[in-house]
């Protein structure tokens, strides 16, 4: 038993030397509950909405203060035509539009009903729907408040845009094309190129004729057409099988889908110099890329109702702005003036990843 104990004691010390073991053990579990606790949530929080109200009578003020006074909306412009609403939608600045009929309290007091048309961008689903539920129990609290006036009653008319009928293959397709793209890129190139260091086959390489450069561009390049290929594979695969449509421009889409594999690339090129061994890059990759492109990139949870922390976190992830690329050309039909920005931050980010690799990687010249 002494033997037993004393071997046992051994293991506790290997295990409470070896940092990376220790961050497996306790600092994984603690970050997952904390980033699942705040993110992983079924409500909305502060979501914009636009309002077109022609009647400006005291009963509809009153119901869009009463909107914007909930902790779930905010109320962020008002329009004078509904000519805006799509623009307003595709830039992104709003969730919702509610549409007041022309003399709303009037034809309330006359008719005793009123209508009301709610507007809500159904590129994603679950908020879409969490919006329209949250605004019709407003409405419905505003309709009791009424029930002193008998026979009043406001009538909510929810229209769902880009997705009519909130299919979730709408969010997931293009949020999976991101998580595949860039596990597949940054996971595979990273683990070729840290193979050849490992193996001691890059000394081979080295005294060949090739310059350094062509070396990791021959590396890479495998790994541009087969993701490319990818690419395709899935958006044939979306639109036969779950009809997935492309409403904008096919070669913007794979212009900016190239970008992205682009990215990953340099990314898996980064990790290579950070890490010594396969296991090492796969490790870095998994647990660097797979969970923050599931949890803090908008591919399931709003980034909107995430906390600030995490919405910061959020910014340096290239999951995110893909996703928002390729939602807005697939599903918005938007073009590039829409998407610049994203494109931008996606290019700087592949500059950065490819600078840093550039300054750690050093091949050593013939």
């Known amino acids: 038993m002494k033997q037993l104990f004393a071997f046992i004691h051994k293991e506790f010390l290997h295990i409470f030397r070896d940092f990376r073991t220790l961050i497996i053990l306790f600092g994984i579990p603690a970050a997952q509950i904390m980033i699942f606790g705040y993110v992983v949530s079924t409500e909305i929080r502060e979501a914009k909405i636009a309002v077109i109200d022609p009647s400006h009578d005291e009963i509809t003020r009153s119901l869009i203060d009463k909107i914007d006074a909930s902790e779930f909306f905010e ?21 919702e539009v509610l549409v007041f009929e022309p003399e709303f309290g009037k034809n309330l007091g006359r008719d005793g009903e009123a209508n009301i048309s709610l507007i809500i961008d159904g590129s994603e689903p679950n908020t879409a729907r969490l919006i329209a539920t949250y605004t019709q ?3 419905t609290s505003f309709n009791q408040e009424l029930s002193q006036f008998p026979g009043m009653k406001i009538l909510p008319e929810v229209r769902m845009i880009y997705n009519p ?4 293959e709408y969010m997931f397709v293009p949020g999976l094309m991101s998580l595949i793209l860039i596990l597949i890129c940054a996971l595979m190139t990273s683990v070729t190129i840290v193979r050849e260091k490992e193996f001691g086959t890059m000394e081979v390489l080295l ?17 541009i ?6 690419v395709l594979i899935i958006l044939t695969m979306a639109n036969l099988v779950f009809g997935l449509p492309v409403k904008g421009s096919l070669i913007l889409l794979l212009f900016e889908s190239l970008l992205y594999i682009g990215l990953s690339l340099s990314i898996g090129i980064f990790i290579s110099t950070v890490s010594s061994t396969m296991q090492q890059a796969i490790f870095m990759s998994l647990l660097g890329l797979m969970l923050p492109t599931i949890i803090l990139s908008g591919f399931i949870f709003p980034i909107e109702d995430m906390p600030l922390f995490y919405r910061i976190i959020s910014l340096i992830l ?11 050309i697939m599903l918005k039909g938007i073009g590039f003036q829409y998407v610049w920005k994203e494109t931008l931050i996606l290019i700087g980010m592949m500059v950065f990843f490819l600078g840093l690799s550039a300054k750690k990687f050093r091949l050593r010249l013939e």
């Not at 009928?165 to 979730?168: A, C, D």
């Not at 290239?318 to 807005?328: E, L, Q, S, T, V």
């Open 165 to 168: 009928r909130l299919e979730s």
């Open 225 to 230: 057409v087969l993701a490319f290929i990818d």
């Open 207 to 223: 005294v060949s004729p090739l310059r350094p450069f062509q070396i990791v561009i021959g590396k890479v390049t495998p790994y």
């Open 75 to 95: 109320v962020a412009q008002e329009l004078s035509t509904t000519s805006k609403i799509d623009a307003l939608f595709k830039e992104g600045k709003v969730k």
């Open 318 to 328: 290239p999951p995110r702005w893909f996703i928002h690329i390729i939602k807005a």
């Open 137 to 139: 129990a407003i409405i």
